[in-house]
């Protein structure tokens, strides 16, 4: 990191905290205007489930606008950061984080998940209420549904009239490419353990686009960046997209869970499909690869998730940082391609590196 790095986190931290701020104030404007009681089951746990999380999409937003004032204003990265934090983009930062709730929500119903950030999965918070698993599941996806609702009112208070068509257009190509990856996701549950290209374009949709590439751009377009201007950022934050998901992917398994908030060796429990899962099932001897697919066919216990956990230490970590690293280099590339003014470019370094460098 370099030595700006200190006043960069802080001017992060900062920005999150705004965001946090949004979000919260026009979950309960929406709310109110739906009738629904400022305390109360469905307030309260889809509050919880939205105030939750890392923000990168938010912050994504936030850095492809900065990226377009630096065009014109060669002030430090965290000034551009902060200048680029108005109420306008941080309504579409909202806006990402609910889409990102609803999807959380709907996905851990998809995995079964029980868990969600250390906390119970927002389905079986309602399913603990009532004691029905039913009524969990069913609560669930009408909470998510809420969440989209609050995500489009956020949309339209972050575009102007003039640039509302490019950001909705953009916006729902998004949120359809998630629907479209979550569904190869399900496809891959099935495939075996080594299939790599499909899980290669399920973290393509459904992670790299759209947790860094599209918001990067749509926050682009909504500082008024041109079509072009906005591409540019997309073809440079795809690969850093995949490589953000890839760090997640690794700390999915080996991560600390006092750090990344979820159980350890949690995507072995849910028998998540990976590129590290494929990788370290392509280089691992024939009899490991056997004990690796055998655990998998199971709901595996804590014996088999330490197993597992080895295993992929073992034979999937290394190959694993070397497909980040080309990620990484691909990033890199293509960002000195770009030829983007010398502030911008710092920005997008800074911002690649915060997408990966980090434990949680």
């Known amino acids: 990191m370099t030595s700006a790095a200190p006043r960069l986190d802080a001017t992060i931290a900062q920005i999150s905290s705004k965001i ?6 026009s979950f309960l404007t929406f709310a109110t205007r739906c009738s629904l009681p400022e305390v109360g089951l469905f307030t309260s746990t889809l509050l919880s489930s939205a105030e939750s999380g890392k923000r990168f999409r938010a912050l994504s937003s936030v850095l492809g606008a900065a ?3 630096a065009r014109t204003d060669d002030a430090a990265p965290e000034e551009l950061l902060l200048r680029a934090a108005t109420e306008s983009n941080l309504a579409l930062g909202a806006a990402l ?57 956020a949309l339209d208070e972050a575009a ?32 075996p353990l080594g299939e790599l290209e499909l899980i290669r374009q399920v973290i393509r ?8 590439a599209h918001p990067v751009a749509l926050g682009a377009l909504q500082a008024g960046a041109d079509p072009e201007w906005a591409h540019t950022l997309e073809q440079v934050f795809e690969p850093a997209g995949v490589a953000f998901q890839l760090r997640d992917d690794h700390l ?11 159980p350890a060796g949690g995507d072995i429990v849910e028998r998540k499909r990976t590129v590290l899962l494929a990788l370290t099932v392509q280089h691992a001897p024939s009899a490991q690869r056997r004990q690796l697919e055998e655990i998998y066919r199971q709901e595996p216990g804590p014996e088999q ?16 940082e070397e497909y980040l690293a080309r990620e990484l280099d691909l990033a890199h590339h293509r960002l000195a391609e770009a030829k983007l003014p010398g502030p911008a470019q710092e920005l997008c370094l800074a ?4 997408l990966v460098e980090r434990d949680r």
Do not use: C
């Not at 946090?20 to 104030?25: C, E, F, H, K, S």
């Open 67 to 69: 990226t377009w004032l």
């Open 351 to 354: 911002f690649i590196r915060l």
């Open 20 to 25: 946090d701020r949004t979000v919260r104030r």
């Open 205 to 212: 949709l459904k992670s790299a686009r759209y947790s860094v």
């Open 305 to 320: 998730v330490a197993q597992a956990r080895d295993l992929i230490e073992t034979y999937g970590v290394g190959p694993h």
């Open 97 to 153: 984080e609910f889409y990102q709730a609803a999807a959380l929500v709907h996905d851990d119903i998809v995995d079964r998940a029980e868990e969600r950030r250390g906390k119970p999965a927002t389905h079986r918070a309602f399913a603990a209420t009532e004691g029905s698993d039913h009524f969990g599941v069913s609560a669930g996806i009408l909470g998510g549904d809420f969440l989209l609702s609050a995500a489009e009112m």
């Open 160 to 191: 102007s009239p003039t640039r509302q068509p490019e950001l909705r257009q953009r916006f729902h190509q998004m949120t359809g490419e998630v629907a479209y990856g979550q569904f190869l996701d399900l496809q891959a549950s099935f495939a």
């Open 252 to 262: 999915g398994v080996l991560g600390e869970p006092t750090q990344t908030g979820k």
